[in-house]
């Protein structure tokens, strides 16, 4: 049975954010950061109340999130923080 549990929006900015600041000189992410080049800078930005979400902003930042799990091969099972996600990447 598929866990339904998913990472939610917040969540997802917060991620995306931390990701776009700490981890984009990243080799194995390289095509994942140059692809998503508005998906990430927007997820900071709400993640640090400097814009709000529109749902024009909302599909490129989930988007992006399907990217992301996408190019790790994992399932969104709820993560909390970029960590969480590594572990999961790192299991597979």
């Known amino acids: 049975m598929a866990n339904t549990m ?3 929006f917040l969540s997802k900015c917060n991620i995306l954010g931390k990701m776009w ?10 095509d994942f950061f140059e692809y998503n080049d508005i998906g ?5 930005a709400i993640s640090q109340k400097l814009a709000n979400a529109t ?8 988007e992006t999130w ?6 790790l091969s994992i ?3 709820g993560f909390e ?3 969480d996600i590594f572990a999961s990447a790192e299991v597979k």
């Open 21 to 30: 600041t700490e981890y984009s000189d990243s080799e194995e992410l390289k």
């Open 81 to 83: 923080n970029v960590n």
């Open 55 to 62: 749902d024009i902003g909302e599909q490129w930042i989930e």
């Open 40 to 44: 990430l800078p927007l997820a900071y």
């Open 66 to 71: 399907d990217i992301l799990m996408e190019s």
């Open 6 to 8: 998913q990472t939610n």
């Open 75 to 77: 399932e969104d099972t």
